[in-house]
């Protein structure tokens, strides 16, 4: 503390009333109407399956900063971010023990030891899907219906699907996912309140648009554009995981590059693989990728 | 005037209503008066009184070699010690005048018509005076002129811009001693006379510009330029490169390019100096921040105490959360107010814990807010990391040592780390091991 004081006294004297809870309520807010969509949809299933993800991510969180000596800002509200997104992104009929792994593992696992004491931030939300998704693949892909409903899936094996209904949610998916005008607000929240910058979302759907479109280009129209962009997770993984603060790359270049990875790298897998779920593995990759592209992305300073 | 835009930087509260509109009061001092010797580089200053001699209003008490950066006494009095003090975390040399409240004036130098002095002669008076920078830095202007000299130079930048939030006492210079900034002009314009000379003042401050644009019309190659109203935009680099478009790293690099900028006060002491023979013995600073009774601009004396000056202004409200020494953002903090006022206090405020509140640090969340704000176009998330680690290498290939410390990193920053401590702690580590 006494070392510490040297550093805090330091000028400047005056700060802007801004603090990371506030930042976080904005994400919160951006959740709402997905999160409100999915409880509308599923009712109890999903508002358990909230509750749960919140409540196991806040104390584990808790806990660990307790038992680390660490300073328990539980009310900083990345806890219930992080909580939220784990709820969005498995299927509402998944048994509730994988709410319970998935919180303990995104925060524990992933943000603390490998992203605090490791030092290399990964989205927890992005592991500890890919972890679910390899663990427990059957509990993973309880919808409610038969596969046959899920968009991507269909567009897919090469059925066409109706993009009106897969904007108003009436299709089935992860919890989050199946929304797109839901997801749009959300996304219009983020912008607006300025909490993220729109190049990475910006560059990954231009990117993935390029993509699908140079791999597909015999049979194109704009139903399996808009259908590709509205389903299987994409929007929620644009505007919600990809722009995640400390996975993602700080600098103006990078943020640009990233975005252009992840956009050709779920392109790629869209067209050429056979599940809406590769997206998370994408975004697994460009968080691995975020140092190194950070590193080659320096900007130039205004005096040199 | 077509002014360049920079990227970066922030607007801030400015906070200058509470003492914009004080007249520039004159405070006589109680207590003793001490004059700090502050050497630069080789040229120490030694005093050239012994204790117990007489002293009077503008004798010179020290000096460095060939009667170089001259300290004059502000009153006149007896020489009570010379002893080194504790002064902002450095132990300075110091000379302590009990003051007699007589005011004798000495003979000031004789004064010649300002068509008789050339180049040489001007730098020799700024030098004997020991006019510096009245900044913190204190640089001392004839090393700027030495410098200069047989150097094309096309532009003088006098800065009165005031971008520092509180501050008003250039503002208030400008409206009520035009003169002594014109005259200066005209000290400067002989100094160069093929420059164009830009006085820039922040846009906030309106009145002044076009007071002064008033005071300067028949001025040759003059003009006023209104200077974008965000933080740094007074800072050296950022204020040339408005005025310009050219990004000088250093004052001396600027020069060898013909672009030498001065502080309006230094105008103000320059021309008292050459045109009236007085070497520069007060300041006017603003007197500031919520807990202070009478905010406000006051010319005070050169060693007279802080404390001094708290107290003849009329005190405080309430015992201040802090005492800054300087702006809130370059500033800093004061825990013994028994230091004197010299060229480098810029103004000294009197903050609440409201409005100046120390914050505990939580953890960075990579939001990128500070990479937005850095006017140097630097990412202040990653030189921090590199700075709480002590990785110098790794602090250099992200440009850390570009940094100007302007200190915008640290006031947005939503978890409250004090970047702008950490890159200070750094760099000064850096520029010690160089000079080994």
Redesign the interface.
Known sequence: MEDNLKYITAPPHIKEKSDVTKIMFCFILALLPVALFAVYKYNLNALIHLIITIVVCMSTDYLYRFFVKKQTNITDGSAIVTGILLAMVIPAEAPYYIGIISGIFAILIVRHIIGGIGKFYLNPVVVSKCLLLIVFPEAMSKYSESVSNLPVERMLNGYSVNTFRMMVGNVDGNMGEICAAALLIGAIILVVTGVIDIYIPAAYILAFILTICVLNIGHLNTNYIIGQIAGGGFLLAVWFLATDYKSAPVTLKGQIIYGIILGLLTGAVRVFGNSGENIYFVLLIGNILTPLIENFTIPKPFVN | MKLHS??GG?T?KSHKTQSKDCEIKSLVPQADMVYPLLSYGENVVRPCVDIGDKVKIGQKIACAQDDMLGVFSSVSGVVKAIEDRAISNKTQKTIIIENDNNYEEDDFYEVIGLDQMDYDDITEIVGKYGIREYDSSQKPLYEKLKYAKGKSTEYVIINAVECE?YFTSVYRRILEEPELIVNGIKVLRHLFPKAEIVMAIGEDKMDAVIEMEKRLKNEPDTEVAAIENKYPSGDF?YLI?QILGN???SDTEAIQNGVISVLADTVCALSTAVLEGIPPMSRVITLSGSESNNPGNYEVLFGTSVDDVIKLSGGVKQEPY?I?N?G??????IENTDIPVTAGVEGI?L?SKK?????????C?????C?NVC?????P??LLKYAVSGKTAGFL???GD?C?LC?CC???????I?L???I??IKSKINKEGEK
């Not at chain 2, 969340?365 to 807010?369: A, D, E, K, S, V």
Request: negative net charge; aromatic residues 12%.
């Open positions: 920079y990227l922030i801030v939030p680099t490169y990004v000088y790293k802090m800054v300087g809130v953002f370059k500033g800093e903090i405020l903050l409005e100046a509140p120390i914050y505990e640090p939580e953890e969340i990579r939001c990128g807010r990479m006017p140097d176009r630097l990412v998330e990653k290939k992200w440009h570009e100007s200190g640290s006031y947005v920053c939503p978890a409250h004090p702008m401590g950490y200070k702690d």
